[in-house]
């Protein structure tokens, strides 16, 4: 099976200010998807923003970017400007054909 | 509509008791994932259908029972459950069973287990 390691536990953030979450994953493939998912404390998993691992162009979606290193099997999010509503869990997430495997969680808490 | 629902969002069950939790989706996506989760931790797979086929049973115990009615909808039957099962427990959905696309998923169902 897949490992995906999430190293920080728990991170907070300054509102506007910028923050880096990690993530790290072992396979032996060349073909899959990485993503991040974000998990208000109201429960429902949302996708912030997935990378395929053909394209060497880190994915962005508005304030969210990835810094992917393939060869390094690294996979981190990092957030810009810092919204109380970023506040959640966030998994890394390894997928191919029909499995994911989601990493253990860093919370972030965003201090106004 | 990009939606996955589920019903009910809180069940609360004693351990002789027979429920069902129900999930449903009309984004025409051909694959299906039942989750199991903890709080604080992330999803563990239980089950995966592919094509309204049972492709994936991560070992789990007989007393959670999946079924796949259709192509839009998902069940899982709960019989004779442990205190231990009470989790969120989460359903997904994605394009199909053999590309990779994201999962969307639904916002849970709350079991209590008493």
């Known amino acids: 099976a897949q490992t995906v390691t999430q190293s920080q536990p728990e991170m907070s953030v300054q509102e506007a200010e910028t923050v880096t979450l990690s993530c790290t994953y072992d396979?032996?493939?060349?073909?899959?998807?990485l993503f991040w998912y974000k998990q208000p404390p109201s429960r429902q998993m949302i996708l912030v923003i997935r990378?395929?691992?053909?394209?060497?162009q880190n994915a962005t979606e508005n304030r969210f970017s990835v810094n992917f290193q393939k060869a390094a099997k690294s996979f981190s999010l990092k957030i810009s400007d810092s919204q109380l509503g970023d506040a959640a869990m966030y998994f890394c997430?390894?997928?191919?054909?029909?499995?994911?495997?989601f990493g253990t969680g860093t919370s972030l808490t965003v201090i106004p | 509509d990009t939606e996955v629902t589920q019903t009910p969002k809180h069940l609360v069950m004693g351990m002789t008791n027979k429920k069902s939790l129900k999930c449903e989706q009309h984004m025409g996506h051909r694959a299906m994932y039942w989750y199991k989760q903890k709080a604080k931790k992330p999803p563990e797979l239980m089950f995966v259908?592919?094509?309204?086929?049972?492709?994936i049973n991560e070992s789990v115990p007989s007393r959670f029972s999946p079924e796949c009615p259709n192509s839009s909808l998902l069940n899982l039957h709960l019989h004779a459950l442990q205190p231990e099962d009470s989790a969120l427990y989460l359903c997904?959905?994605?394009?199909?069973?053999?590309?990779?696309?994201?999962?969307?998923f639904g916002p849970g169902t709350r079991l209590t287990v008493l």
């Open positions: 259908y592919s094509y309204e086929k049972l492709s």
């Open positions: 396979t032996s493939e060349s073909d899959y998807y």
């Open positions: 990378q395929e691992a053909y394209k060497q």
């Open positions: 997430a390894y997928g191919r054909g029909n499995q994911f495997y």
């Open positions: 997904a959905s994605s394009q199909d069973g053999t590309s990779v696309t994201e999962q969307f």
